[in-house]
T-cell receptor
Framework: AQKITQTQPGMFVQEKEAVTLDCTYD???????LFWYKQPSSGEMIFLIY??????QNATEGRYSLNFQKARKSANLVISASQLGDSAMYFC?????????????FGSGTRLSIRP | GAGVSQSPRYKVAKRGQDVALRCDPI?????LFWYQQALGQGPEFLTY????????KSGLPSDRFFAERPEGSVSTLKIQRTQQEDSAVYLC?????????FGPGTRLTVL
Protein backbone atom coordinates (compact mmCIF):
# COMPACT_ATOMS: atom_id res chain seq x y z
CA ALA A 1 0.00 0.00 0.00
CA GLN A 2 1.08 3.54 -0.66
CA LYS A 3 2.28 5.64 2.25
CA ILE A 4 3.72 9.13 2.64
CA THR A 5 5.63 10.10 5.76
CA GLN A 6 6.46 13.65 6.82
CA THR A 7 8.32 13.56 10.12
CA GLN A 8 8.51 17.30 10.78
CA PRO A 9 5.22 18.59 12.20
CA GLY A 10 6.60 22.12 12.36
CA MET A 11 9.65 24.14 11.38
CA PHE A 12 10.88 27.65 12.06
CA VAL A 13 13.31 29.25 9.61
CA GLN A 14 14.87 32.68 9.38
CA GLU A 15 13.87 34.75 6.35
CA LYS A 16 16.21 34.38 3.36
CA GLU A 17 17.58 31.07 4.58
CA ALA A 18 17.10 27.85 2.62
CA VAL A 19 14.84 25.18 4.10
CA THR A 20 14.43 21.47 3.46
CA LEU A 21 11.15 19.72 4.17
CA ASP A 22 11.47 15.96 4.51
CA CYS A 23 9.31 13.37 2.81
CA THR A 24 9.65 9.62 2.49
CA TYR A 25 7.30 7.35 0.63
CA ASP A 26 6.50 3.71 0.19
CA UNK A 27 5.06 2.03 -2.87
CA UNK A 28 5.45 -1.23 -4.76
CA UNK A 29 4.50 0.35 -8.08
CA UNK A 30 7.49 1.18 -10.33
CA UNK A 31 5.57 4.04 -11.93
CA UNK A 32 4.52 6.86 -9.65
CA UNK A 33 4.53 10.60 -9.30
CA LEU A 34 5.47 12.75 -6.34
CA PHE A 35 3.98 16.16 -5.58
CA TRP A 36 4.40 18.98 -3.15
CA TYR A 37 1.49 21.25 -2.31
CA LYS A 38 1.38 24.43 -0.22
CA GLN A 39 -1.68 25.25 1.88
CA PRO A 40 -1.75 28.77 3.34
CA SER A 41 -4.08 29.66 6.19
CA SER A 42 -6.70 30.63 3.61
CA GLY A 43 -7.09 26.93 2.84
CA GLU A 44 -6.45 26.55 -0.86
CA MET A 45 -4.07 23.80 -2.02
CA ILE A 46 -1.40 25.25 -4.28
CA PHE A 47 0.61 22.94 -6.52
CA LEU A 48 4.34 23.57 -6.22
CA ILE A 49 6.32 20.86 -7.97
CA TYR A 50 6.10 17.39 -9.51
CA UNK A 51 8.59 14.55 -9.95
CA UNK A 52 7.94 11.43 -11.99
CA UNK A 53 9.58 8.20 -10.88
CA UNK A 54 11.38 7.81 -14.20
CA UNK A 55 12.58 11.38 -14.40
CA UNK A 56 16.36 11.42 -14.50
CA GLN A 57 16.81 14.92 -13.16
CA ASN A 58 15.46 16.51 -10.02
CA ALA A 59 12.50 18.78 -10.65
CA THR A 60 12.89 22.53 -10.17
CA GLU A 61 10.34 25.33 -10.23
CA GLY A 62 11.73 28.75 -9.41
CA ARG A 63 12.79 28.73 -5.75
CA TYR A 64 11.48 25.18 -5.29
CA SER A 65 13.46 22.06 -6.02
CA LEU A 66 12.76 18.44 -5.25
CA ASN A 67 15.65 16.34 -3.97
CA PHE A 68 14.61 12.96 -5.36
CA GLN A 69 16.53 9.97 -4.02
CA LYS A 70 14.79 6.97 -5.50
CA ALA A 71 16.79 4.26 -3.75
CA ARG A 72 16.07 5.84 -0.38
CA LYS A 73 12.46 6.57 -1.36
CA SER A 74 12.77 10.17 -0.34
CA ALA A 75 11.47 13.32 -2.04
CA ASN A 76 12.50 16.30 0.03
CA LEU A 77 11.40 19.80 -0.92
CA VAL A 78 14.04 22.51 -0.87
CA ILE A 79 12.98 26.15 -0.76
CA SER A 80 15.79 28.58 -1.44
CA ALA A 81 15.88 32.13 -0.08
CA SER A 82 12.75 31.74 2.05
CA GLN A 83 10.24 34.59 2.20
CA LEU A 84 7.63 35.55 4.77
CA GLY A 85 4.94 34.47 2.32
CA ASP A 86 6.29 30.94 2.42
CA SER A 87 4.74 30.45 5.86
CA ALA A 88 2.12 27.73 5.35
CA MET A 89 1.41 24.02 5.61
CA TYR A 90 3.31 21.91 3.10
CA PHE A 91 2.08 18.51 1.98
CA CYS A 92 4.05 15.83 0.21
CA UNK A 93 1.88 13.55 -1.91
CA UNK A 94 2.15 10.57 -4.22
CA UNK A 95 0.16 9.10 -7.03
CA UNK A 96 0.78 5.59 -8.32
CA UNK A 97 1.10 5.44 -12.10
CA UNK A 98 1.27 8.47 -14.32
CA UNK A 99 -2.39 8.47 -15.15
CA UNK A 100 -4.54 11.39 -14.15
CA UNK A 101 -7.03 8.74 -13.08
CA UNK A 102 -5.12 7.81 -9.95
CA UNK A 103 -5.91 9.29 -6.56
CA UNK A 104 -3.28 11.23 -4.64
CA UNK A 105 -2.18 10.08 -1.20
CA PHE A 106 -1.08 12.92 1.08
CA GLY A 107 1.27 13.03 4.04
CA SER A 108 0.34 14.64 7.33
CA GLY A 109 2.06 17.90 6.45
CA THR A 110 4.74 20.20 7.83
CA ARG A 111 3.88 23.65 9.14
CA LEU A 112 6.59 26.07 8.03
CA SER A 113 6.96 29.40 9.78
CA ILE A 114 9.34 32.04 8.44
CA ARG A 115 10.78 34.47 10.97
CA PRO A 116 11.55 38.06 9.83
CA GLY B 1 -13.90 30.64 -14.56
CA ALA B 2 -10.19 30.01 -14.52
CA GLY B 3 -10.07 27.65 -11.58
CA VAL B 4 -12.05 25.07 -9.66
CA SER B 5 -14.91 26.58 -7.69
CA GLN B 6 -16.84 25.10 -4.81
CA SER B 7 -20.02 26.14 -3.05
CA PRO B 8 -20.93 26.84 -0.42
CA ARG B 9 -17.63 27.88 1.13
CA TYR B 10 -19.00 27.29 4.62
CA LYS B 11 -21.85 25.10 5.76
CA VAL B 12 -23.20 24.58 9.25
CA ALA B 13 -25.57 21.66 9.69
CA LYS B 14 -27.40 20.19 12.62
CA ARG B 15 -26.67 16.55 13.28
CA GLY B 16 -29.00 14.45 11.18
CA GLN B 17 -29.45 16.95 8.37
CA ASP B 18 -28.58 16.20 4.76
CA VAL B 19 -26.08 18.45 2.96
CA ALA B 20 -25.04 18.88 -0.67
CA LEU B 21 -21.67 20.29 -1.68
CA ARG B 22 -21.05 21.48 -5.22
CA CYS B 23 -17.90 21.46 -7.32
CA ASP B 24 -17.39 23.22 -10.66
CA PRO B 25 -14.19 21.86 -12.24
CA ILE B 26 -12.00 23.56 -14.78
CA UNK B 27 -13.69 23.38 -18.16
CA UNK B 28 -12.49 20.40 -20.17
CA UNK B 29 -10.98 18.52 -17.25
CA UNK B 30 -11.97 14.90 -17.51
CA UNK B 31 -10.91 13.78 -14.05
CA LEU B 32 -12.58 15.00 -10.86
CA PHE B 33 -11.68 14.04 -7.31
CA TRP B 34 -13.21 14.64 -3.89
CA TYR B 35 -11.08 14.71 -0.74
CA GLN B 36 -11.88 15.15 2.94
CA GLN B 37 -9.48 17.12 5.11
CA ALA B 38 -9.89 16.94 8.88
CA LEU B 39 -8.40 19.71 11.00
CA GLY B 40 -4.61 19.50 11.14
CA GLN B 41 -4.36 16.58 8.73
CA GLY B 42 -3.67 15.99 5.09
CA PRO B 43 -6.50 15.50 2.61
CA GLU B 44 -7.86 11.98 2.27
CA PHE B 45 -9.29 10.61 -0.95
CA LEU B 46 -13.03 10.03 -1.13
CA THR B 47 -13.99 9.35 -4.74
CA TYR B 48 -12.98 9.84 -8.38
CA UNK B 49 -14.87 10.51 -11.61
CA UNK B 50 -13.73 10.23 -15.18
CA UNK B 51 -16.30 12.24 -17.09
CA UNK B 52 -19.64 11.07 -15.69
CA UNK B 53 -18.39 7.66 -14.58
CA UNK B 54 -17.54 7.15 -10.92
CA UNK B 55 -14.53 4.86 -11.24
CA UNK B 56 -13.35 4.78 -7.64
CA LYS B 57 -15.40 5.32 -4.51
CA SER B 58 -13.20 3.35 -2.17
CA GLY B 59 -12.59 6.33 0.12
CA LEU B 60 -16.21 7.10 0.94
CA PRO B 61 -16.45 6.47 4.70
CA SER B 62 -20.00 5.16 4.77
CA ASP B 63 -23.12 4.71 2.70
CA ARG B 64 -24.26 8.11 3.95
CA PHE B 65 -21.83 9.65 1.45
CA PHE B 66 -22.88 9.82 -2.17
CA ALA B 67 -21.34 11.65 -5.12
CA GLU B 68 -22.50 12.23 -8.66
CA ARG B 69 -21.39 13.95 -11.84
CA PRO B 70 -24.30 13.32 -14.20
CA GLU B 71 -23.12 15.34 -17.19
CA GLY B 72 -19.41 14.95 -16.74
CA SER B 73 -18.87 18.49 -15.51
CA VAL B 74 -20.33 19.75 -12.22
CA SER B 75 -20.19 17.30 -9.34
CA THR B 76 -22.16 17.12 -6.11
CA LEU B 77 -21.11 15.39 -2.92
CA LYS B 78 -24.09 14.56 -0.73
CA ILE B 79 -23.90 13.56 2.90
CA GLN B 80 -27.04 12.16 4.46
CA ARG B 81 -27.89 12.23 8.16
CA THR B 82 -24.74 14.19 9.01
CA GLN B 83 -22.79 13.32 12.13
CA GLN B 84 -20.25 15.33 14.10
CA GLU B 85 -17.36 13.29 12.72
CA ASP B 86 -18.29 14.52 9.24
CA SER B 87 -17.02 17.99 10.21
CA ALA B 88 -14.11 18.72 7.87
CA VAL B 89 -13.08 20.65 4.80
CA TYR B 90 -14.21 18.96 1.60
CA LEU B 91 -11.89 19.60 -1.31
CA CYS B 92 -12.62 19.07 -4.96
CA UNK B 93 -9.87 18.77 -7.56
CA UNK B 94 -9.89 18.42 -11.32
CA UNK B 95 -7.18 17.17 -13.60
CA UNK B 96 -6.38 16.88 -17.27
CA UNK B 97 -2.95 15.25 -17.35
CA UNK B 98 -0.65 15.31 -14.32
CA UNK B 99 -1.44 18.12 -11.94
CA UNK B 100 -4.58 18.18 -9.83
CA UNK B 101 -6.03 21.68 -9.43
CA PHE B 102 -7.85 22.14 -6.16
CA GLY B 103 -10.81 24.30 -5.33
CA PRO B 104 -11.00 26.44 -2.17
CA GLY B 105 -12.96 23.77 -0.31
CA THR B 106 -16.20 23.71 1.65
CA ARG B 107 -15.83 23.82 5.41
CA LEU B 108 -18.60 21.69 6.93
CA THR B 109 -19.39 22.01 10.61
CA VAL B 110 -21.90 19.60 12.10
CA LEU B 111 -23.34 20.68 15.44
Amino acid sequence: AQKITQTQPGMFVQEKEAVTLDCTYDTSDPSYGLFWYKQPSSGEMIFLIYQGSYDQQNATEGRYSLNFQKARKSANLVISASQLGDSAMYFCAMREAYSSASKIIFGSGTRLSIRP
Amino acid sequence: GAGVSQSPRYKVAKRGQDVALRCDPISGHVSLFWYQQALGQGPEFLTYFQNEAQLDKSGLPSDRFFAERPEGSVSTLKIQRTQQEDSAVYLCASSLVVEQFFGPGTRLTVL
